[in-house]
């Protein structure tokens, strides 16, 4: 059985699996052809933080699979007030087929997958956002931007950037992040990520400089400067991330075909140029689709291995 809390346990090979799965069951839903994979199965959701995208996602995907889907924040549920994980995991997964969660710490996923009897997801850590990168990708492989991609990742060295750093190592592309002083990645992941590209020949360049970054890039992504949890952090991160919009003049560039792609949600006129958001390089709402599709090949898989 496996879990998906992150690309780093993840081979191409089954990145690419699970992408052509989604892609096929894209096709298929667009043709109205609801193929139920997944018949009778229950997907438990459980969220410790806002969500609107992977909540509709994972709920609906669901229910075009044939399955179902629970619904579980932590003011519901006894884990919300301290009852153990290991506990909710064993309770949980023995009445559900794959679970998903999205918290803080990577490590609380950890745990939960290792007293779990069923596939655990991670819909967002602190650490990682690894359902979020399937969907970039398959975002890049519908419009061929997957063909010798330069990406580059401008902004806050976040769960976001992390999981840029596991796809980009493991499918051996080009990646160059610029974050500001103070806002770096997590230096193990970026080793990690190091270690992955000498064996997939992916370059991983690391700076605090946006326009170098940019500089003939074909896919130019960010983030918010505000992730869930740091709300206090707002007017000091402000502060630090001036020059780092990713607006009209940086956009510029950037390759004359480049796509910008951003997670959501946006903050416009702070991470992200009204302009540049609504533009035409612009593939957000595409993105925030391929969720659905992406995912949905996600669980099959993960089905299809236990
Ligand atoms: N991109 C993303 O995960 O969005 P939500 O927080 O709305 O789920
Ligand atoms: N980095 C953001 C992503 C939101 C989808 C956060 O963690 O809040």
């Known amino acids: 059985m ?3 809390l992150t690309l780093k346990d993840y081979t191409k090979e089954e990145i690419l699996e699970i992408l052509e799965l989604g892609v096929e069951i894209k096709k298929e839903v667009k043709a109205k052809n609801f193929v139920p994979r997944l018949a009778n199965q229950t997907l438990a ?23 179902h889907a629970l619904f579980l924040s932590n003011r519901d549920i006894h884990l919300g007030r301290g009852e153990p994980v290991k506990d909710t995991a064993r309770v949980i997964s023995s009445m559900c ?8 710490e990577q490590s609380k996923l950890e745990e939960f997958s290792r007293y779990s009897k069923v596939p655990v997801i991670n819909g967002l850590s602190d650490s990682y956002h690894p359902v979020q990168l399937l969907a970039d990708y398959m975002t890049m492989m ?3 931007k997957d063909k010798n991609p330069i990406v580059a990742y401008v902004g806050d060295g976040n769960n976001m950037t992390h999981s840029w ?7 051996g592309f080009e990646l160059r992040v610029a974050t500001p002083k103070g806002y770096e990645c997590d230096p193990a992941i970026i080793a990690d990520a190091m270690e992955f590209a000498k064996q997939s020949g992916a370059k991983i360049s690391i700076s605090n400089d946006p326009k170098e970054a940019v500089k003939g890039a074909t ?6 400067w505000i992730s869930m949890g740091q709300e206090e952090e707002k007017a000091q ?7 780092y919009i990713v607006d009209e003049a940086l956009m510029a560039l950037a390759e004359k075909g480049a796509i910008f792609l951003h997670c959501l949600p946006a903050y416009r006129g702070v991470e992200v140029s009204e302009s540049v958001l609504e533009g035409e390089q612009s593939l957000i709402f595409e993105e925030a689709e391929n969720r659905l599709h992406a995912q949905k090949g996600l669980m099959v898989w993960l089905d299809k291995h236990r």
Do not use: N, P, W
């Open 237 to 243: 991160r402000l502060r630090a991330f001036e020059g």
């Open 97 to 104: 087929d794959m679970v998903m969660i999205r918290t803080y």
């Open 45 to 67: 959701m459980i969220f410790e933080k806002s969500s609107t995208r992977t909540r509709v996602s994972f709920e609906v995907g669901m229910y075009q699979l044939g399955g």
């Open 2 to 4: 496996r879990h998906f």
């Open 219 to 224: 896919v130019v992504t960010t983030d918010t």
């Open 142 to 144: 519908e419009c061929g």
């Open 165 to 171: 750093l596991m796809l980009a190592s493991k499918l």
